[in-house]
């Protein structure tokens, strides 16, 4: 069974910064692409930006130049750096990951965690 778990959300006040990480573990062979989605009260997930396994990282217009994603492979962890936060940025984010296993593949979510900016 293959489980990812985020870290790292909480209440921050406008211009401030969190660093929520996601880890993966159990039965795998190799972690392709991670990610992190987030999502509203009452609105669709969206992406917020993914890494590749090589370290290319593809962020969405609405957080360039103010969210980084990072990840380290051999922890099997991906991070995202959030600075100059506002309340738009308000959401769950989940963590994402597409997973090799030893027979199978497939994109596995976390359970996800809170980020609240207040004005």
């Known amino acids: 069974q293959v489980q990812l778990v985020e870290s790292g959300g909480g209440l921050v006040q406008a211009g401030g910064s969190l660093r929520p990480s996601c880890t993966a573990s159990?039965?795998?062979?190799?972690?392709?692409?991670m990610g992190w989605y987030r999502q509203a009260p009452g609105a669709q997930r969206k992406l917020v930006a993914t890494i590749t396994r090589g370290g290319s990282p593809n962020n969405a217009d609405s957080v360039k130049g103010r969210f980084t994603i990072a990840r380290d492979n051999a922890k099997s962890t991906v991070l995202l750096q959030m600075n100059s936060l506002n309340p738009d940025d308000t959401a769950v984010y989940y963590c994402?990951?597409?997973?090799?296993?030893?027979?199978?593949?497939?994109?596995?979510w976390g359970q996800g965690t809170q980020v609240t900016v207040s004005s």
């Open positions: 994402n990951a597409d997973i090799l296993k030893q027979y199978t593949s497939g994109v596995y």
């Open positions: 159990g039965s795998i062979f190799v972690i392709n692409d």
